[in-house]
């Protein structure tokens, strides 16, 4: 093992562990704002102990997800300079706008809405939650945007005296194909994430009070209100994750013909399919050797793999050998093969973890109409592993994205070798990699910590007052440790 590979594995520890928070932020800053807006709209006292629930998990993941990205744009300096110069005019552009506009917007509107509850009116007290979630999903755009450039580079140029790439022409990178279609998947699968978090929340409350008699915060009495509010908190996160898994659908159909225009290795690699191919089938499960290129067993739907990649019965899909001697003569001699077995399962687990979850959302919502709550516990012992199973499938879908991407950092212009830092050594990457696993590991700790005591103890139980539904009282400032 060389410094490169210790890099590598670093980063993917870091961005793996990071992204267990950025879907939950993304999907929970519009969940929350939503149920604000129910309690501003209806009155119900519910909604409002619903949204400050919901809105502690939701900072407590916001915060986390801060600090792990920091540690992201750490590293490009610390283990990949080659690729920061590279990289650096193109990058400088839409990651100065997810800063200033976005993440300015974002954490400004946070602060606002955190110590604003008993100091604004509500209607903007409830445009200041509004803010932060549109500002989440704008930086969330402008970083995939900037890992889009990535895969398929558009708008700039390779400067010949300083080896650098330069940009041409800003609109082109934001409006990249890639771009846009790349923000439409992720973002669905972090509502299904971010959906399923708050059913998970909700059936673990229903499920104690109605297996273990646990209704409130220890020490307090009952309150009858928690299983009407964590009922309507249910039946909301299983119809996001619906509406969510509906959009990740149609968004990786297109992904998949994306990927066949763009990054025809990848595809090829995520499908174990050798060589081209007319009429290529699905792989459900597939058994091969890497050295020789061919498959063993391969158990496939017919056709499906054409359809997916163009839309057609008979489409050409590119095989993983024709795809290597096309690149050897257009880059130069080398293995430009993936790790084809990582990226294989890695497709397939997307999938299937993605599938049960959205699964939990509409067989949910089946159990749980006309009013009615789930009689076994093993039904709501599904409905909170759905949660696990959607971050596994944002994670492998991650893996799937950056490590079918290899061996290049910038497809076609940058390959992931010449991008790590010359000066770094083995040692000073396994030094960093042990402290960042050490504090990482500690954060953790008090993740989990701080998200199983606010759900232990659910909102706070108190009598709203009497005018809470007035039309005089509506734009009142609410104070912030009353309810």
């Given amino acids: 093992m060389d410094a490169l590979d210790l890099a590598r594995w670093q980063f993917g520890i870091t961005t793996v562990y ?9 999907g929970l800053s519009v969940i929350v704002a939503s149920l ?28 986390m997800g801060v600090v792990t990205g920091i540690v992201q744009e750490f590293q490009f300096g610390m283990n990949w300079s080659e690729y920061s110069r590279f990289v650096g005019d193109v990058f400088g552009a839409p990651l100065a706008m997810e800063a200033l506009l976005a993440f300015f917007l974002e954490s400004t509107f946070i602060g606002l809405w955190i110590f604003g509850w008993d100091k604004l009116p509500r209607k903007i007290h409830l445009a200041t939650i509004w ?67 708050v059913v998970a929340v909700s059936a673990f409350k229903l499920m104690r009070a109605r297996f273990h008699g646990d209704t409130g915060t220890p020490g307090q009495a009952p309150h009858p209100s928690e299983h009407g509010l964590f009922r ?61 290129g061919r498959n063993h067993i ?27 001697e096309r690149y050897e003569a257009q880059f130069g001699p080398g293995s430009y093969v993936p790790n084809v077995p990582v ?17 939990v959302g509409f067989i949910g919502l089946w159990l749980t109409r006309r009013g009615r709550l789930p009689k076994h516990r093993w039904m709501y012992w599904a409905a909170i592993l759905g949660l696990p199973a959607a971050l596994a499938a944002n994670i492998c879908g991650w893996i799937l994205t950056e490590m079918g991407r290899q061996p290049w950092t910038v497809v076609g212009e940058l390959l ?23 504090v990482y590991g500690v954060l953790a700790v008090i993740e989990a910590g701080l998200l199983w005591r606010y759900v232990k103890a659910g909102p706070t139980h108190v009598v709203p007052p009497q005018d809470d539904d007035s039309d005089e009282d509506r734009d009142a400032p609410v104070p912030a440790f009353v309810y």
């Fill in 232 to 292: 309507k908190t249910l039946r909301a996160g299983l119809a996001v994750t619906a509406l969510a898994g509906i959009l990740v659908a149609f968004s990786g159909h297109h992904q998949a013909q994306l990927m066949a225009q763009d990054e025809p290795m990848k595809l090829a690699s995520a499908e174990a399919l050798w060589e081209d191919e007319d009429g290529a089938g699905f792989s459900i499960f597939a058994v091969g050797d890497v050295v020789d």
């Fill in 298 to 324: 391969n158990i496939q739907i017919p056709h499906l793999l054409s359809i997916l990649a163009t839309n057609s019965l008979d489409g050409n899909v590119q095989g993983i050998n024709d795809v290597q």
């Fill in 18 to 26: 990071h992204f267990l928070f950025v879907p939950l932020t993304i």
């Fill in 416 to 438: 992931t070798a010449a991008s790590v830092s010359p000066g770094v050594s083995l040692t000073e990457v396994a030094l960093s990699l042990a402290l960042f696993t050490l």
């Fill in 36 to 63: 604000q807006t129910a309690w501003y709209r209806t009155g119900k006292h519910e909604y409002l102990q619903a949204t400050k629930f919901f809105g502690k998990l939701f900072l407590i993941n916001f915060a």
């Fill in 343 to 359: 990226i294989y399962w890695s497709f397939r687990l997307m999938m299937g973890f993605g599938l049960a979850g959205v699964a």
């Fill in 131 to 197: 803010a932060a979630a549109i500002g989440t999903n704008l930086s969330a755009y402008f970083i995939l945007a900037a890992n889009a450039w990535m895969r398929h580079p558009v708008g700039y140029q390779v400067n010949p005296e300083t080896g650098r790439a330069e940009l041409t022409d800003i609109w082109a990178v934001l409006a990249n194909d890639q771009a846009w279609s790349t923000y439409l998947h992720t973002v669905a699968g972090s509502f299904i994430a971010a959906g399923l978090f």
